[in-house]
């Protein structure tokens, strides 16, 4: 044992306890642990939890002993509880209860694929500052949170954090024993660390509830708080959505991916702050705003929320004191591009309709009319062939009463390489599927 760099160490005390949390058992009995009853309650009251959670499901990632789990669950809950080890204490508590918290071994990494379904609450208490990948769980527990996540963790400046909260955030890492003579305490971030973090990883909004100690909680909201009941501004009108990187409809969960939203407003100014967008049933925070003086129009990004199901998810708009306005628009998450016929009913250049011959131009560009493009279909999924040469697809329209959707791709502004004068095969690609070609004479 040697004076930890970092934090208190406090092992010889929890061996000699032998208990990290204390009980107090229906038929009276007591276990003093090393966190006191007392402290336990005041900590369990702070979260802004429903005092009755009857039909909720909550999760405890790195239960120990277990109180917050048996709490929650004499709430009313339905409660989930996982370990990295099987804790003895916890099956002498449930076993004592009778309770029927379910009780799983897991590593946090594990929690994705361990199919245990969403949970209306999520506790990550004491255990993020024991993960290498902080950023990664905290993903993890967003994706699997509907409403709200209790976080708490270490912190390393939990009394002079107000002091410096518009500073850069900063958080420490502790290759060995640093924090607590500890080999699995990884990282210590500031409060305002901790909060920015919860945020990145996709929660809509992040509560300060406490530092108490060394440590500092906070809750994180996958939803925005309530529209105010007199709306003050008028509505933003949402013009478009868009995969940052792509400028398609499809994202995808396993991708780090970006939206980005076209919007009008009266308003003179916006700021990222006004912003309340909403993806399916998860507010998103915005990371950047700014005007779009070519559209007319302001243009915000947000990150994709975490936990999205696959399918088409709703987007809608709203400012912090405005309703939502009468445009929801949707994006393809983990939507399969399923594509069987393709048939290019015709093509022209784009610029003066000639169905025969197509210019190479600044500016120009072919247009192709295609049936049997699935709803998914996008700028990033459509290949639009003249000849061998891959053009850039500019446009892909909504389909007509007919099924057919215009397609507008770039041509080149000189003739080089493959693309020649002289007849060339148009063709359209999608999920795999090719139309015929279409003879253009490129000109
Ligand atoms: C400091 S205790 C926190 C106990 C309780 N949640 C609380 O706040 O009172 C940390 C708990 O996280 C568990 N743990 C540590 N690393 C873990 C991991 N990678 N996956 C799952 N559980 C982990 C430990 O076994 C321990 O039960």
Redesign the pocket.
């Known amino acids: 044992m040697h004076e930890p760099r970092r934090g208190k160490d406090f092992s010889q005390e929890l061996a000699d306890m032998g208990w990290?949390?204390s009980f107090e058992l229906p038929d009276g009995t007591r276990i003093d642990g090393f966190?006191q009853l007392k402290w336990l309650r005041e900590r369990y009251a702070r979260f802004p939890l429903p005092a009755d959670l009857t039909g909720k499901r909550v999760l405890?990632?790195?239960?120990?002993d277990g109180?917050?789990s048996f709490e929650a669950e004499r709430h009313g809950a339905s409660v989930t509880a996982?370990?990295?080890?099987e804790?003895a204490n916890f099956l002498e508590i449930q076993k004592k209860l009778a309770s029927p918290v379910s009780y799983r071994i897991?590593?946090?990494?594990e929690l994705p694929e361990a199919a245990l379904g969403v949970f209306d609450f999520v506790?990550c208490?004491?255990?993020l500052y024991?993960?290498k990948h902080p950023l990664l769980a905290l993903e993890i527990v967003c994706a699997l949170t509907t409403d709200t996540a209790i976080v708490?963790s270490f912190v390393i400046d939990p009394l002079t954090w107000q002091d410096h909260q518009d500073e850069v955030p900063t958080m420490e890492f502790y290759e060995t024993d640093e924090l607590g003579n500890q080999l699995?305490n990884w990282i210590g971030p500031s409060v305002s660390c901790l909060m920015a973090m919860c945020r990145a990883a996709g929660f809509a909004r992040v509560e300060f509830l406490h530092t108490t100690g060394l440590h500092a909680g906070v809750a994180c909201h996958r939803k925005w708080e309530p529209i105010p009941p007199e709306a003050a501004s008028p509505p933003p009108e949402l013009l478009a959505v868009a995969n940052t990187r792509t400028f398609g409809v499809n994202f995808s969960t396993r991708k780090e991916e970006y939206i980005s939203c076209w919007f009008r407003t009266t308003q003179p100014t916006v700021t990222r702050g006004q912003l309340r967008l909403e993806v399916g049933d998860f507010g998103v925070p915005a990371l950047y705003v700014k005007p779009d003086e070519e559209k007319g129009a302001w243009m915000a990004n947000f990150r994709l929320p975490p936990g999205l199901r696959s399918g088409w998810s709703p987007v809608r708009l709203r400012f912090a004191d405005s309703a939502f306005g009468n445009t929801t628009l949707r994006i393809a998450v983990d939507l399969p591009l399923r594509t069987e016929r393709l048939v290019l009913k015709g093509a022209c250049d784009g610029t003066n309709w000639n169905a025969l011959e197509v210019k190479a131009s600044d500016g120009g560009f072919i247009s192709c009319w295609v049936t049997g493009l699935p709803e998914n279909c996008d700028r990033s999924n459509v290949g639009v062939y003249l000849g061998e040469t891959k053009l850039r697809v500019q446009y892909v329209g909504e389909p007509d009463p007919e099924g057919m959707c215009q397609i507008n791709a770039a041509m080149p502004a000189v003739l080089l390489g493959d693309i020649a004068k002289g007849p060339r095969a148009c063709r359209v690609e999608c999920g795999g599927v090719s139309t015929e070609a279409w003879p253009l004479n490129v000109v």
């Open positions: 990290y949390h966190c405890d990632i790195g239960a120990w109180w917050f996982i370990d990295c080890v804790v897991l590593d946090f990494y506790f208490l004491g255990i024991h993960l708490e699995d």
